[in-house]
């Protein structure tokens, strides 16, 4: 199976915005799941965003408002847009699709 790859990560300051990307995410099953994940130091990992068969998309109260998640099934790429980023948003974010799992992105926001 093609691996999950996830890229966008960095330094942001408080208030700006970035965009995750996740290479590989397509469907291989019905129904699928797929969804953004984050884990901060000393913390379990928690669910951010997700979307699914009939896209039905859901948010973590701490990403509503804030976040977008989104996908382009033809190009197996699966997006969180960001904005409005606070220090607590500070994580290895983590992309997941029927089954898989990326290695993780650092986004830090910091002044």
């Known amino acids: 199976q093609e691996p999950l790859v996830e890229s966008g990560g960095g330094l942001v300051q408080p208030g700006g915005s970035l965009r995750l990307s996740c290479a590989g995410a397509g469907n291989v099953s019905t129904p699928w799941f797929m969804a953004w994940y984050r884990q901060a130091p000393g913390n379990s990992r928690e669910r951010v965003a997700s979307?699914?068969?009939?896209?039905?998309?859901n948010y973590a109260t701490s990403a509503k408002g804030r976040f977008t998640i989104s996908r382009d099934s033809n190009k197996k790429l699966m997006y969180l847009q960001m904005n409005n980023l606070k220090p607590e948003d500070t994580a290895v974010y983590y992309c997941?699709?029927?089954?898989?799992w990326g290695q993780g992105t650092q986004v830090t926001v910091s002044s």
């Open positions: 979307i699914s068969s009939g896209e039905i998309i």
């Open positions: 997941y699709s029927s089954g898989k």
